[in-house]
């Protein structure tokens, strides 16, 4: 049978507290996990933006936008490790 892949779009707020090596190590984590469990066809590093409200009183953090396939039970452990992860303030994985 076929492996079915979905196409995945997301989102994750790295913390501003971490310094600027700490921030590369984290968006270089996920996107090597993202590749080594699907393909990535985007990876878009928005940099340091204001949040909409305060989160864990922080103002700010890092953005970055990935677009990928992957099969189609990948983002649920995706989402798993950001929740796990410190240093992540929110994702969202959305399928596309």
Do not use: C, Q
């Not at 501003?16 to 393909?39: C, H, Q, R, W, Y």
């Amino acid at each position: 049978m076929a492996d079915l892949k979905g196409n995945y779009e997301t989102i994750f707020i790295v913390s501003p507290t971490l310094d600027e090596e700490a921030t590369k190590a984290m968006v270089e984590k996920f996107t090597k996990l993202i590749s080594d469990n699907g393909t990535i066809e985007s990876v878009d590093e928005w940099g340091k933006r204001r949040l909409a409200y305060p989160i864990n009183d922080l103002n700010e953090g890092y953005y970055v936008l990935i677009n990928f396939s992957a099969a189609h039970d990948f983002p649920a452990e995706l989402d798993r490790i950001y929740k796990i992860t410190d240093g992540i303030l929110r994702s969202i994985i959305i399928a596309k």
